[in-house]
């Protein structure tokens, strides 16, 4: 599986951005996709993920009820809605695949995207 990420970019603190993360080859209804963002010399930390199956969603607590995790199963692609952007959320943002489920640490996905750049200015 090969995952392609995109959507991110510049934009003013409160403004919005839709993340996409295109996979090419078959996800199974057992695997889980998340999303990471990563900062220059820090740990990659979870952002959402959820179980492409059932649809269940699952967040980091510094962004709930702010971004939404969706996928489509017709267009092989995970999304992240992200609303209420701050200054802090500011980061590369990878997608990733953990064929064995649920995940919430980086080690145990197995594909990731090349990420995509989110600024937030104040």
């Known amino acids: 599986v090969q995952l392609q990420a995109s959507g991110g970019g510049l934009v003013q603190a409160g403004g919005s951005l839709r993340l996409f993360c295109a996979a090419s080859?078959?996800?199974?209804?057992?695997?889980?996709m998340g999303w990471f963002r990563q900062v220059s010399g820090k740990e990659r930390e979870f952002v959402a993920g959820i179980r492409w199956g059932v649809g269940n969603t699952y967040y980091a607590d510094f962004v709930k009820g702010r971004f939404t995790i969706s996928r489509s199963s017709a267009e092989n692609t995970v999304y992240l809605q992200m609303n209420s952007l701050k200054p802090e959320d500011t980061a590369v943002y990878f997608c990733?695949?953990?064929?064995?489920?649920?995940?919430?640490?980086?080690?145990?996905?197995?594909?990731w995207g090349q990420g995509t750049q989110v600024t937030v200015s104040s």
């Open positions: 080859g078959r996800i199974f209804s057992s695997h889980f």
């Open positions: 990733g695949l953990a064929r064995r489920g649920y995940a919430r640490t980086p080690g145990e996905y197995d594909h």
